[in-house]
């Protein structure tokens, strides 16, 4: 905990409970949002804003019927089972070709490195609603727009991004004479790939296959454009139900949502720390 | 050790050229031959080509002309891992994320080898450079010393007939510097290992090697056992840079019998020296004399030697020897070395003397 130096002037005092505030200020309006939502997701009315009942914690203004509601709507339903089957496959696929992308990229042979770099960084930087009827059109002519693939595609075109810059900066402490130590000991490329390279980049790797997971699973603009009915995502579905239904359901979805991104952080970040302490990085 | 009959060489560069971007060598006609079991040494300032030539040989870089054999056979289509050649790295190279034990497994493994054969492998290994009762260390957690026995022993544990070592002892103070030296060689000898080893530390190519190979601009300007190399350095490049050395420049008068007359600049005096690398009178020459070599009592010369008057500028006294540095003609940097001994003369600043060697003890070379 810092404190204040006896020596500190009236205005280093002033400066230094003032920036405390501006920090309380700031988090809260961060936080604020999302904590709001969930005592509402208890609502039991059908309304957006807290009842008398609520405010006076009656056990009667709090009841799970929008909960009962996700898991009891077949669209819900099903919006979730898309959810679930499109972002770990896309999340496989951006972390495959994004970890192989980012090793070749940080090889210094490679010519026009940083060109291609920042094409392949670009589905981050573009607007996504023009990368989204860029898509739309391509792959409508190739014949992928409203299937599952071509959202797959999307999704982990959209994911690569976040893998190779996590993968980059990984590599970036990675010593190079570690792979040509294990060549000369005798183990060929792939090999090499993953008794040496693999365990040592995983931290990288792991942080941006959550990015990518999670880029997959919030996404609502790409997937409107790319998918059909039959590809209705999660996000998808909450905005339906916000803009046609106006119903507290998906303040529900929004609050689990929140708790399962929370227990992939820490999950993700445990396992990163793990694999970090593994790779002699922090004293274990 | 010096036989270089192309029968038993085991390593060989025929004409070997390096260049990175296609314009300039930075390895210029590089030609070698090294029995089996020899300790050789790559000595060179940094950017010579000495460790582009330890690359080449590992397999990391690829000649851009001729051929590298290893046992009489070309390896410049073999990659790296199928070479068996053992590498200890500048920096150790250990694996941070495996022990110490799985780190020397590694090699094993890759092999092949059962799982107790493998066990008795590593514990030999680690026995041999006395570090038994780490294998279940991680890297991070020893000190530099003996990450550096680590990186030894699993360069070793898989039984290379040639070992490359690149700078291994870079890191290391210097104690501990000069016990790994002796280690090293003892075990090279020991277990009969051909090894190529790189430093731009002379002390250690000198105290370490059975040869010694001097690299500059690209070029091997000298390979030979490490007391030809002092006594006997080809051209002015070897002679500065192996051992102090004092060297005085002129023009050659004369040249009869393997010895030069030259005349000095900056001086009407003439000296003697052996005519290495001069062709004809007239050539510009580089003298080169050790300031061991140097002597300050004219009763020990010959009677007809030649001698040079020079002012005494510092005397330093170290012990078991005094350092004096001389102004010879126009070189205020000219060391004279001599024993502390009772009858030698201590001498002060200012001070004119009479300086001489004998013609032997200096070389004419390249200017």
Not at chain 1, 14 to 33: H, M, N, S
Not at chain 1, 56 to 83: C, E, I, M, V
Not at chain 1, 172 to 193: C, E, H, I, K, N
Not at chain 1, 210 to 234: M, P, R
Request: charged residues 20%; negative net charge.
């Amino acid at each position: 905990m810092v404190t204040l130096p006896p020596y500190a002037t009236t205005g280093q005092r002033i400066w230094f409970y003032a920036f405390r505030v501006i920090c309380g200020l700031i988090f809260f309006f961060l936080i604020a949002p999302i904590v709001v939502i969930m005592p509402l997701s208890f609502n039991a009315e059908n309304f957006f804003t807290f009842t008398p009942e609520m405010l006076s914690f009656d056990p009667d203004g709090y009841s799970l019927k929008h909960y009962r509601d996700f898991f009891g709507t077949s669209d819900w339903q099903q919006a979730l089972r898309n959810s679930v089957s499109i972002a770990p496959v896309a999340t496989l696929l951006s972390v495959s070709f994004g970890t192989l992308a980012a090793i070749g990229l940080s090889s210094e042979h490679v010519p026009f490195r940083r060109a291609i770099m920042a094409v392949l960084i670009s589905p981050m930087i573009v607007p996504l609603i023009i990368s989204a009827a860029g898509m739309y059109f391509f792959y409508s002519r190739i014949g992928l727009q409203g299937t599952y693939f071509g959202v797959v595609l999307a999704h982990a075109a959209l994911g690569i991004p976040f893998v190779i810059i996590t993968v980059t900066a990984t590599l970036v402490g990675f010593d190079r004479s570690l792979t040509r130590a294990s060549a000369s000991l005798g183990a060929d490329p792939v090999r090499t790939f993953f008794k040496v390279q693999m365990p040592l980049i995983l931290p990288g790797v792991i942080s941006g296959a959550l990015f990518a997971f999670i880029t997959s699973f919030d996404e609502v603009v790409v997937v409107l454009f790319v998918g059909s009915a039959g590809q209705k995502t999660l996000p998808w579905q909450m905005f339906i139900g916000l803009r046609e239904q106006i119903s507290p359901t998906i303040l529900a979805v929004a609050t689990m949502l929140v708790i399962i991104s929370i227990a992939l952080l820490t999950t993700v970040e445990i396992l990163r720390r793990r694999s970090e302490r593994l790779r002699g990085m922090s004293p274990g | 050790m010096l036989d270089q009959g192309a029968t038993d060489a085991f390593v060989e560069f025929e004409r070997v050229q390096k260049s990175y971007d296609g314009e300039t060598l930075v390895v210029k006609d590089l030609n070698l031959s090294m029995p089996k079991g020899e300790f050789l040494t790559m000595l060179g300032p940094s950017g010579s080509g000495k460790t582009t030539c330890l690359m080449m040989l590992a397999g990391f870089e690829t000649a851009t002309h001729g051929e590298i054999k290893l046992d009489g056979k070309p390896i410049n289509n073999i990659p790296p891992h199928k070479r068996g050649i053992g590498m200890v790295f500048q920096n150790y190279a250990l694996f941070p994320h495996m022990t110490v034990a799985e780190n020397l497994a590694f090699p094993l493994e890759v092999r092949g080898m059962g799982a107790s054969e493998r066990e008795g492998k590593v514990k030999r290994a680690l026995d041999m450079v006395q570090m038994g009762a780490f294998g279940g260390r991680r890297p991070a957690q020893l000190s530099g010393g003996q990450q550096q026995r680590i990186a030894l022993a699993r360069a070793l544990v898989f039984e290379p007939e040639l070992v490359l070592m690149d700078e291994p002892l870079g890191a290391l103070d210097k104690q501990l510097r000069e016990h790994m030296q002796f280690e090293i060689t003892r075990l090279a000898h020991d277990l009969g290992i051909t090894t190529v080893y790189v430093t731009h530390d002379q002390t250690e190519a000198l105290t370490m090697s059975d040869r010694v190979a001097v690299f500059d601009d690209g070029r091997i300007q000298q390979l030979a056992p490490p007391d030809e190399l002092y006594e006997a350095p080809q051209n002015s490049f070897v002679a500065q840079f192996i051992g102090e050395n004092n060297t005085l420049e002129g023009v050659v008068k004369e040249l009869s019998g393997g010895i030069a007359t030259i005349k000095l600049d900056g001086s009407e005096a003439l000296i003697e020296a052996k005519a290495v690398n001069v062709e004809k009178a007239g050539d510009r020459t580089r003298v080169s004399i050790r300031p061991e070599r140097v002597e300050t009592n004219p009763d020990r010369l010959q009677d007809d030697a030649h001698t040079l008057d020079a002012e005494v500028l510092e005397f330093i006294y170290m012990g078991d020897i005094f350092r004096t540095r001389l102004k010879v003609a126009g070189n205020e940097n000219f060391i004279v070395k001599t024993r502390n001994a009772p009858d030698v003369a201590r001498m002060t600043p200012g001070q004119t003397v009479k300086i001489g060697w004998l013609p032997e003890d200096c070389r004419a070379l390249d200017a």
